[in-house]
């Protein structure tokens, strides 16, 4: 691969990391947004408690009085019926006699009415202390449900933000993974080409390798000056590009030598090993 084509593979490489890592910032920030509007109105929302209005159903609950007046009023025109009918038969003696008794037998039924009377306020006083205390359980049963839906509401939104914060930190580092990545192999073809560079200038001054760039293609002013013993034709030359050298040098066409001493490269070019023909390369000036 040629010096250009390399540039051209790493500016792809740098562009395509840098446009992920955009994206990915610009993916975080619209999801944040939204984040923030569904916090905000879940913030805003309003847990109620509903049994905080709820009253006793017998708290004002009356006795029934009516009964023991009917009861009472009927005794007492039992007795005055009693005391009329008697009145002529049982003289002034046997009237108040009479009278006592019946006296006796009204407080008796007077009583009667009372204990009725306090029989139903002693129901009552117990339907509306238990009736009190089931609001009373209730309330408190809404008030443990709002503080458990403010909880849910806290954790709800904690753990949120955290899922947010490990999702920015996920899609960051994987982009910059990849921008990383990306870096890796530009440092490569640095290198390759560095290596290259190396082979070149190893190749020209003849210490590293007897090989050295002798394809036709990178040459210029070539101008024919003899021939070996073994009839190779021996010529004088520039390299095209100075990276391979700068001056005259002497040597051979890479097409021109037996098919043994030509190395061929990945990127295109030969090289001739000058340890297997009988031609010198070196730097003429």
């Known amino acids: 691969m040629g010096k250009a084509a390399q540039r051209r593979n790493e500016d792809r490489i740098t562009q395509a990391t840098d446009a992920q890592l955009a994206e990915a910032r610009q993916m975080l920030e619209v999801q944040r947004e939204r984040l923030d509007e569904q916090k905000q109105a879940?913030?805003?929302?309003?847990?109620?408690?509903?049994?905080?209005?709820?009253?006793?159903?017998?708290e004002d609950i009356?006795?029934?009085?009516?009964?023991?007046?009917?009861?009472?009023?009927?005794?007492?025109?039992?007795?005055?019926?009693?005391?009329?009918?008697?009145?002529?038969?049982?003289?002034?003696?046997?009237?108040?006699?009479?009278?006592?008794?019946?006296?006796?037998?009204?407080?008796?039924?007077a009583r009667?009415?009372?204990?009725?009377?306090?029989?139903?306020?002693?129901?009552?006083?117990?339907?509306?202390?238990?009736?009190?205390?089931?609001?009373?359980?209730?309330?408190r049963q809404g008030e443990a449900a709002v503080q458990a839906?403010?909880?849910?509401?806290?954790s709800t939104l904690y753990a949120a933000e955290l899922g947010e914060l490990a999702g920015a930190r996920?899609?960051?580092?994987?982009?910059?993974?990849n921008q990383m990545a990306g870096l890796g192999a530009i440092s490569q073809m640095t290198a390759a080409r560095i290596g290259m560079a190396g082979d070149v200038l190893g190749a020209v001054a003849?210490?590293?390798?007897k090989a050295a760039f002798s394809d036709r293609k990178l040459k210029k002013n070539?101008?024919?000056?003899?021939?070996?013993?073994?009839?190779?034709?021996?010529?004088?030359?520039?390299?095209?590009?100075?990276?391979?050298?700068?001056?005259?040098?002497?040597?051979?066409?890479?097409?021109?030598?037996?098919?043994?001493?030509?190395?061929?490269?990945?990127?295109?070019?030969d090289m001739v090993d000058y340890s297997m023909i009988d031609v010198e390369f070196k730097k003429l000036k």
């Open 149 to 154: 839906a403010e909880f849910g509401r806290e």
């Open 112 to 139: 009667q009415a009372s204990a009725s009377i306090a029989q139903q306020e002693a129901q009552n006083q117990k339907m509306a202390a238990q009736g009190q205390l089931q609001v009373d359980q209730l309330r």
């Open 206 to 209: 003849g210490e590293a390798s």
């Open 62 to 109: 009356t006795v029934n009085q009516e009964t023991a007046r009917f009861q009472m009023e009927q005794a007492a025109q039992q007795r005055a019926n009693l005391m009329a009918g008697l009145q002529g038969a049982a003289g002034s003696s046997g009237i108040a006699g009479l009278a006592q008794a019946l006296a006796n037998q009204g407080t008796v039924q």
């Open 42 to 58: 879940y913030r805003q929302f309003e847990f109620e408690n509903p049994f905080s209005g709820m009253e006793n159903p017998f």
């Open 222 to 269: 070539i101008k024919l000056m003899s021939k070996s013993p073994s009839g190779l034709p021996i010529y004088a030359f520039e390299y095209i590009d100075t990276k391979f050298g700068k001056g005259f040098y002497q040597g051979v066409m890479s097409d021109e030598v037996p098919h043994a001493a030509v190395i061929k490269r990945s990127d295109g070019y």
């Open 170 to 177: 996920g899609m960051l580092s994987g982009a910059l993974g």
